[in-house]
């Protein structure tokens, strides 16, 4: 279960703390889904990091199956993102002089067991899954944008995550492309029983998700 | 907006890339032309310590003997066009020995000087009275000299009789003076004066000239002029001096004597050539020349009776009037040649013609000592003491015989037994003095007594009938004058100006060994340059893709980056043009006190001239704007697309091509390595000429390869977990740029190539008793002021030699005497060129010896391949003088290899060709170029003795036993020979002051390729940094996948330092190579200094790429995950 209790959050700047999140709470079980929409700026993306352990919260508390990930070191907080969170970014930002396979297994690398031919296997099956087995052994260059999305749908999926966090996944796609892979995110999150957490300003795609949420004035309305 | 308004803008936009651009041209023309500079600093420092020392002398007159002071003004009188000042002087070879301390110089030069010597000079001074003497700076520090101290200054003693002959003054080749110092004369007052150029400390005294020509008994007589030309006048002194020149400046003396005119020799004997001009000046007079070969048997004996110490005249009976003398020279020399005896003689050895005589005498022998020979005659006639049998002037002055009172008070250089002197040869001496006592034919007396000297003591020439004999005696004069070449006959006029100017272009040009020394700094700076330019386009990817995509033609965008680069390119250049004044500066500050070793003096200054810098900043913009175009041409085969991309990868098609390239680059350089390595094992090549390149062409091999494997399928595959699959990820990413990837390893590679190459050529302790080592198994090594004669070898020969009580200390040494014509050190410690160079002369016994190793010969028969030195007593067919020397002076100060012919003494009347016949391999002798005693003693019958020596010592059984004998050896060698100013060193001494150099120049070269390793870490920093900033989106999406912070810098430098160690591994691979001779023929080298610059060249690029990394680490990366 993802529990965000009074969250805040505020930037430092030369001209003092820039608030950007003010005491936003939700929660979310197993095989639920939400997306969290809102005009540019205001604060959907810091949220979705302050969840995926990437940006610290300025209070408040995140628990994932009751894990604080803020309350661990930065090992384990780094073990606790590979192992639990899945990321979606909007730029697919895969590694160029990587394989679509590759890039699929990168987060593999930094796992206790490494690269195995299980994970192997598994990401094939990813691969397979959004579509691309053809296009295993293809570079990122190679690919167009809504393949390399896909890719990173695949890699984002690699550890089985109990969360996964999306940040405007179709913002740079075509519409077809964009009903691609909103197609593959709610699929997959049905089939792997995640907690799905999109981050968008499409409507289409958040229409397919079970919550919607609004931030408005750094607070976040149902 | 036009083309040059954005190439302005682009400029400007672009500052900080294009910053380092212009530092990395600037770094490699400060490197060019600083290295150019310090060429010209060498050559102008060099020029200018010739003007310190030569004063204001434009021109000098020396002899070997000694001259008329009068000379100096005669000349000036004759030329006043030409000459502004003449000051005679005494320049002599001296060792100065410190009163109080016992400190003792050796090789000092002492000045005998009166004022014109500083009116010449324009230094208003008084030369010093009495017993007063001026030191040098550097000799007065060395003997830490304070004034009113007492100096012995033992100056060598100027004798016109040869020292090895018999009546050499053997005992007294230095004459002690007892001196006060009066003060030390400045350098600017021209207290280093020196005729001859020379970089090192000065060592000399200068004191009065009438004091010092009567202390050596030679007032009136110099055998040094100074000549200041008047400025603006040119022209030869020559004729001058040939116009103002008398027989007696050259050792002749002339006078009219009973009616006939005498030609005779200060040296006791005619030279050849005066022999024959004498002959032929009487023939064409008409006058009849008789020549005289006078000697002094030690004993004649008829039977049972002797007499002692006899003068004996050799006589051409054809030229002698009739009469019992004549015939009975004439008589047959069978089986015994005739002698005639004087009455007196036929009495006392109750001799009658038809008795056999034995005659004994003396002869000075090679090796060094006088040996007793005897001759057997018939006596064919005696005659009375009348006419011609009466003439005591038949026989030469003989110091210390001629002017005797009494027989008993003789006091010749030679062991006499004055207890076999009778009352009757007293009684004979009373009577007739120095007539002969009997007379054999001319050809017998020149061939029992002849030396290399001449074999005539004097020529009577008799003037025709009616004829004076003084207009004889006139004619003969002037007639020797005008055929003599003065210069050969030992008056040598020198335009020490510009003989001067000549030796300070150097032995090496300075300009081409730092250039040499910078090569890799300048291949790092060039490549640190091309590195910065190829990531500034990289960085401008997408910009050049817009530009594709708004229609610029791709020659037009080729032509906007290159106007880019080549304003980059000038600009390097003005500002490298600034820095390598600095670089020069740098360079000669460590001439001056770190390298000073490799140059022995501290007097280098930097001399800023144009020339070096226009030709620096005109290489440095040619070589950058031919590197930027070479990067430029990594623009072609990309699509717009892929540009627009800013992934900046080439078309597959272009890819391949390129890597075709780099396959042919890899396979054309280790061919060519190859056939190097081969060339030289084969001995087709020199080791320099073979592994070095061979080293260099696998380097480039090394790299190209490098490349290729980071194309061949870009890397290893991703698998297994930890710290292995970070390493893997991490050259798979270095494999995504290889171009930058393997120029960063490539600026490491060459930096470590040069470094290890190098330190491999450092020279250690040799091996120097090994026959073969740098000192042929000698121990010792040794030079005196003053010629030795006597042979040290035998017990005698030490003894005569003064060396008492030295039989312990010298047991089992043995000696082996090198003649030595004083030049020019040819040794790597002069840096001015040798014009006139040291030879030495070496005896049959040193080539028999077969020491030192051959680095190459032209030996042509097994004998000579078994012994080299054999080849310097085979005459060359082309009459060119057979010489070996030092194979490192020959590559780097004589210019010359064997087979080459080698002309020194260009300057005198009489050029000596040589023949390099052979290098000796490393040695003690790099000093000198050797040649055989018989052409030695041709070339140079005026040098006498023996100025070196070499010696074995039994080896001991430990090297510290070692030191310690050849320790009580020197001291003994010194101390007994110490009136010849005999300086001794171990060899292992001497190998090391030779060593040193080059190892200081060694120093030197690594010192600036450790400059290129620094340019090395910028680079792989710089790549490193720029990377990581390039691919901060990359490391923050494995951040969000969950890497930890370590895991990403882990995974950062793994990536560099897999460049970073395969730069070394590529430089040590190559150096290997390099190096090659020198590993087989002294194994790995087992000193810490090449671990210790490998662990230095990998620390420093690991710091520096840790530190890079923590740099472009150092910020949060989350933020770069945000596409707004």
Known sequence: ?222 | MTIGALVRRSLRHHARTNAAVVAGVACAVAVLAGALLVGGSVRGSLRALVDQRLGRADVVITAQTFFRDALADDIRKTAPDLVDAAAPAIAANAVVTHESSRRRASKVVVYGIDDRFFALHDVNRSAPEGRDILLSPGLAAELGVADDDALIVRVERPSDIPLESLHGRRDEGGRSLRTRAAGVLPAEDLGEFAPSPSQGPVRAVFMNLARLQSDLGIDGRVNLVLFRRTPGAAGPLLTALEASARPEDLGLKTSVLGGVALIESEAGLLTEEVATHVNDIAAEAGATAMPVMAYLANEMRVGDRATPYSLIASLDPATLPEGSLREGLRAPAHPYPPIVLNEWAARDLGAKPGDRLRMEFYRWLDEGRLGIESAEFVVSAVVPIAGLAADRDLAPDYPGISDSTDLSDWDPPFPIDLGRVRQVDEDYWDAYRTTPKAFIPLEHGQRFWGSRYGSLTSIRVAPAAGEDPGDVLASLQAGLMLRLDLQAAGLQLIDVRQQGEDAAQGAADFGQYFLGFSFFLLISALLLAALFFRLGIEQRMREIGLLQALGFPARTIRRLFLAEGLTLAVAGSLAGAALAVGYAAFVLYGLRTWWSGAVNTTALSLHVSPTPLVTGVLAGIITAAIVIILSLRGLRGLSTRTVLGGVGSAAPAAARTASRRTVTLAIVSATGATALVAAGFARVLPDAAAFFPAGMLLLIAALAAFRLSLNAGRGPALSGGGSGALSRLGVRNAAWRPGRSVLSAALVASAVFMIVSVDAFRKGGDDALEPDGGAGGFAIIGESALPMVHDLNSVDGREAAGLFGADDALEGARFYPLRLRPGDDASCLNLYKPRRPRVVGVTEAFVEANRFNFASSSAKSDAERANPWRMLMRPQADGAIPAIADATSLQYVLHAGVGDELIIDEDSARPIRLRIVGAIAHTVLQGEILIGEPAFLQLFPDQQGFRMLLADLPRAPDAEAMMERIRIATAALEEGLVDAGLDVESTNDRLAVYNRVENTYLSTFQTLGALGLLLGTVGLATVLARNVLERRRELALLRAVGYAQSQVSRLVLSEHLMLLVAGIVAGVLAAAVAILPALIDRGMPGGWTLPAWLAVIFAAGAIATILAGRFALGRPLVGELRSE
């Open chain 1, 1 to 222: 279960m993802l529990n965000v209790q009074n969250v805040s959050k505020a930037f430092d700047t030369p001209r003092g703390p820039l608030p950007i999140l003010d005491d936003v709470s939700m929660s979310l079980e197993r095989g639920q889904s939400a997306a969290i929409m809102g005009p540019s700026g205001s604060g959907k993306s810091t949220l979705l990091y302050i969840i995926g352990a990437l940006e610290p919260p300025s209070s408040g508390t995140v628990t994932l199956d009751g894990v604080n990930p803020w309350a661990l070191p930065e090992a384990k907080q780094a073990a606790f993102r590979n192992e639990r969170v899945g990321f979606v970014f909007q730029d697919h930002l895969l590694l160029p002089q990587l394989t679509a396979l590759e890039n699929v297994l990168t987060p593999a690398i930094v796992r206790p067991d490494g690269v195995t031919n299980e994970i192997r296997e598994r990401a094939r099956e990813l691969l397979a899954q959004v579509g691309l087995a053809e296009r295993a052994e293809h570079r990122p260059a190679e690919l167009s944008g809504g393949e390399r999305q896909r890719v990173a749908l695949a890699r984002a999926l690699i550890g089985a995550p109990g969360l996964l966090l999306c940040d405007e996944p179709t913002g740079n796609l075509d519409r077809t492309s964009a009903a691609s892979v909103a197609d593959l995110l709610v699929d997959l999150h049905q089939k792997l029983n995640t907690i799905l957490l999109v981050v968008t300003h499409s409507l289409a795609l958040a229409e397919r998700v079970g919550h919607r949420y609004e931030l408005d004035s750094r607070r976040l309305v149902s």
